[in-house]
């Protein structure tokens, strides 16, 4: 094990990683509920660390585009928090729910209030708020979008109809939540725009961008008009924190020790506040819906540099 200083030199730390990951060939299963997903090559891996500095590692398939699926989450929630602030606090909570992803059944008894923004009852809400709050919500949510990360990013239509075509349970959520009284639009339209978000594409490169301002707390951080103020930004790592990995949040908090953001397109992204951001990508996901090799990718990356929040 190494420590982290400024010198650390995270090219050679995500080179070891990727020999090591060899071992964890052909563990997971590509998502098969999303039928565009299921047809993605599961041999691909990129990886990419971007100092808060701005200087970049990147390793094997990291300019790869790939569906950012419920990291999209935490975007939608920035410009959610910036319009409503503490009410929106009213129609989501902020506790792990230690359920599936998708799961339906806290719902029912928590009188459809969402756990958290990061589930999808709770992104759904949100995508609701934007609905409601933003002129076009698709076209201004890319360019927020766009703006934070520099790049041309872009929705996968293809991907969102696939995802529409079977998005049975996400129907069964938010029909739960319109006749309990935390879905104001019609539901159809606010699924068209979740469906839409979860589609947008981006490499490693892109996503380690995104989200390296995340870690400098003492900087605003946004685009536009949606600026997260300094005690914002904190409370989205802590977010990341406990809710980031659904049922698998304290396991990460646990074998990584990071703030972070995983969807079923096998993503992950995770910051070390003040030093930090990165992205890593592999399709196959574990039974929680976390990519496997990821999950491990970052397991060893915090304990080759010897750095995690704790
Ligand atoms: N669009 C996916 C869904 O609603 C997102 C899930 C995820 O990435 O974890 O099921």
């Given at each position: 094990?190494?420590?982290?200083?400024?010198?650390m030199?995270?090219?050679?730390?995500?080179?070891?990683?990727?020999?090591e990951?060899?071992?964890?060939?052909?563990?997971g299963k590509?998502?098969?509920?999303?039928?565009?997903?299921?047809?993605?090559?599961?041999?691909?891996?990129?990886?990419?660390?971007?100092?808060?500095?701005?200087?970049?590692?990147?390793?094997?398939?990291?300019?790869?585009?790939?569906?950012?699926?419920?990291?999209?989450k935490v975007?939608?929630?920035?410009?959610?928090i910036?319009?409503l602030?503490?009410d929106l606090?009213?129609?989501v909570?902020?506790e792990?729910?230690?359920n599936?992803?998708n799961?339906?059944?806290?719902?029912?008894?928590e009188?459809?209030?969402?756990?958290?923004?990061f589930?999808?009852?709770?992104?759904i809400v949100?995508?609701?708020v934007?609905?409601?709050?933003?002129?076009?919500?698709?076209?201004?949510?890319?360019?927020?979008v766009?703006?934070?990360?520099g790049?041309d990013i872009?929705y996968?239509?293809?991907?969102?109809?696939?995802?529409?075509s079977?998005?049975?349970?996400n129907?069964s959520l938010?029909?739960?939540?319109k006749?309990k009284?935390n879905?104001?639009?019609?539901?159809?339209?606010?699924?068209?725009?979740y469906?839409?978000?979860c589609?947008?594409?981006?490499?490693?490169?892109?996503?380690?961008?995104?989200?390296r301002n995340?870690?400098?707390?003492?900087?605003?951080?946004?685009?536009?008009?949606?600026?997260?103020?300094?005690?914002?930004?904190?409370?989205?790592?802590?977010?990341?924190?406990?809710?980031?990995?659904?049922d698998?949040s304290g396991?990460?908090a646990?074998?990584?020790?990071?703030?972070?953001?995983s969807?079923?397109g096998g993503a992950?992204?995770a910051?070390l506040?003040?030093?930090?951001?990165v992205?890593?990508?592999?399709?196959p996901l574990n039974k929680?819906?976390?990519s496997?090799?990821?999950m491990?990718a970052?397991e060893?990356l915090?304990?080759?540099?010897?750095g995690?929040?704790?």
């Amino acid at each position: 094990m190494c420590m982290l200083t400024d010198m650390m030199d995270y090219g050679a730390v995500l080179c070891e990683i990727a020999v090591e990951l060899k071992e964890f060939e052909g563990k997971g299963k590509v998502p098969s509920y999303i039928p565009e997903l299921a047809k993605v090559d599961p041999n691909q891996f990129g990886m990419c660390l971007t100092t808060v500095e701005g200087t970049r590692y990147e390793i094997g398939d990291s300019q790869v585009k790939f569906s950012i699926q419920s990291i999209s989450k935490v975007l939608s929630l920035t410009i959610a928090i910036n319009i409503l602030r503490s009410d929106l606090w009213k129609r989501v909570g902020v506790e792990p729910s230690g359920n599936p992803f998708n799961s339906i059944v806290q719902l029912e008894y928590e009188n459809g209030i969402p756990r958290n923004p990061f589930i999808n009852a709770g992104a759904i809400v949100i995508a609701d708020v934007l609905v409601s709050q933003l002129k076009r919500p698709k076209e201004e949510f890319l360019a927020f979008v766009q703006g934070i990360t520099g790049s041309d990013i872009q929705y996968n239509e293809q991907v969102a109809q696939s995802e529409k075509s079977v998005g049975y349970m996400n129907t069964s959520l938010a029909y739960m939540m319109k006749e309990k009284g935390n879905l104001v639009n019609d539901v159809e339209e606010v699924l068209d725009f979740y469906y839409l978000q979860c589609s947008l594409e981006m490499t490693c490169v892109e996503l380690a961008e995104a989200f390296r301002n995340f870690g400098e707390t003492g900087k605003p951080f946004g685009h536009g008009e949606y600026i997260l103020t300094m005690s914002q930004a904190l409370r989205m790592n802590a977010l990341m924190l406990t809710c980031g990995f659904y049922d698998e949040s304290g396991e990460f908090a646990f074998e990584v020790g990071l703030p972070g953001k995983s969807g079923v397109g096998g993503a992950i992204v995770a910051l070390l506040p003040e030093r930090y951001c990165v992205s890593v990508w592999s399709p196959p996901l574990n039974k929680k819906g976390n990519s496997s090799k990821g999950m491990k990718a970052l397991e060893l990356l915090t304990t080759k540099t010897g750095g995690s929040i704790f």
